[in-house]
């Protein structure tokens, strides 16, 4: 027989009919019921459990016990609370912790199990607001790529990967999702299903990126996939889609085997992307579109454009999008000026989008941090 761990005992406010647990799983249940993502639901889980784990050490087990000044103390205990490295948690997951508690107290209230919600006046901690700490030129972007073993497997999935995340700057979770057909060989196009806030959209990819992609297609995968094959596009060694911790594992790999002094996995490349194709002369509105930002204050402030001037602009400035690459074409931002003349300003900079980057990467960093390591190698 196999180890057997121990059970871990029953929370105590599980075992009361108006208890904070009892109320957390409704709280899920209705979450799930209304069509949140299980990504949302699972994070909300963890940081409700780690609340709740705090209150039930105080004594405090049912929802109408919390109160603001309750609140405010759990908010000053995740100020001074350690890592095991000793390092304070960072601003966001500060926010991590705190904004599921809001939202919890706020559908307690709702439901009118409160007849106030005791969080409505949390301030969340005020974000930092920075810049990507590296980001690779084309001659770095190069030595990275060439660092698989494409005689392998293995590497030639990795070589494969590596291209389609530098030539599309999609989302770590959206390329572990990448089914077999969402790639269009035709038409040059990723179809990335349910990114960020369930979104969909189509994304260029380039032709050297689908040489690789074809390659591994029929080179390598037909040799990683284990039946039933469930379509996902990349296999781990297990014929399984990648997790997103062993995936930005295995990127890191790769760059500091390049040796270029600089860290950083699968955000690294998005950064990468976004920035050469404004030195290149695309428009900004152009590469929001491609990562899939939207943005919102009192309207939406990115343009919508369509696929088709998308993959123009892609076309003319991103590095990876041809073969053979056409300097003339990039010469002064000729062309890509030529396309965006008629268009209105964006009402946005560069500092901007790359100060987006950095956030949407220390989200992943927060999401690796609230899971259990996972130490094995894909």
């Known amino acids: ?48 459990g780690l ?36 390092k304070p948690l960072s601003v966001r997951g500060q926010e991590w912790r705190l904004v599921p508690v809001r939202m919890y107290f706020k559908w307690l209230a709702q439901q009118n199990v409160l007849l106030w919600n005791p969080a409505s006046e ?21 030595q990275v790529l060439v660092q698989p073993d494409i005689e392998d497997v ?3 999935r990795d070589r494969a990967l590596l291209e389609t995340l530098y030539a599309t700057g999609m989302r770590r979770k959206e390329l572990v999702g990448l089914g077999l057909n969402d790639i269009d060989h035709d038409r040059k196009v990723v179809m990335i299903r349910e990114g960020k806030g369930g979104r969909d959209r189509f994304v260029p ?39 997103p911790a062993p995936l930005t594992h295995l ?3 790769y760059v500091e085997r390049a040796e270029l002094g600089k860290t950083g996995a699968c955000h690294l490349f998005r950064h990468t992307c976004a920035t050469l194709m404004l030195e290149g002369g695309a428009d900004i509105r152009y590469i929001q579109e491609l990562l899939g930002h939207v943005l919102l204050s009192t309207t939406q402030i990115y343009t919508q454009v369509s696929i088709r001037r ?41 500092e901007s989008l790359l100060s987006r980057l950095a956030a949407e990467q220390g989200e992943d960093d927060e999401d690796d941090e609230s899971t259990e390591a996972e130490a094995y190698d894909e």
């Open 310 to 350: 998308l993959c123009e602009v892609y076309t003319m400035t991103h590095p990876a999008a041809h073969l053979v690459r056409d300097e003339a074409k990039r010469k002064n931002g000729c062309v890509v000026r030529n396309i965006t003349d008629s268009a209105p300003e964006p009402p946005s900079d560069v």
């Open 51 to 86: 609340f709740i784990e705090w209150c039930e050490a105080r004594s405090v087990l049912r929802p109408v016990e919390v109160t603001k000044p309750i609140i405010e103390r759990y908010q000053r205990h995740l100020f001074y609370v350690r890592k095991p490295d000793g």
């Open 205 to 243: 990819i380039g032709e050297r990126a689908l040489r690789w992609v074809g390659k591994y297609m029929s080179d390598a995968r037909p040799e990683l996939v284990v039946p039933p094959d469930e379509g996902v596009l990349f296999l781990t060694r297990f014929g399984e889609a990648f997790r």
């Open 251 to 253: 990127v890191r790999q």
């Open 122 to 142: 949390i301030v969340l901690p005020r974000k930092v607001r920075r810049l990507p700490k590296h980001v690779l030129s084309i001659s770095e972007v190069e």
């Open 1 to 48: 027989m196999g180890r057997r761990w121990p059970k871990k005992p029953l929370p105590e406010s599980a075992k009361i009919a108006d208890g904070l647990c009892v109320w957390q799983r409704r709280y899920l249940e209705w979450l799930r019921v209304h069509h949140y993502s299980e990504r949302t639901v699972v994070n909300r889980d963890k940081s409700l």
């Open 154 to 156: 293995f590497g030639l």
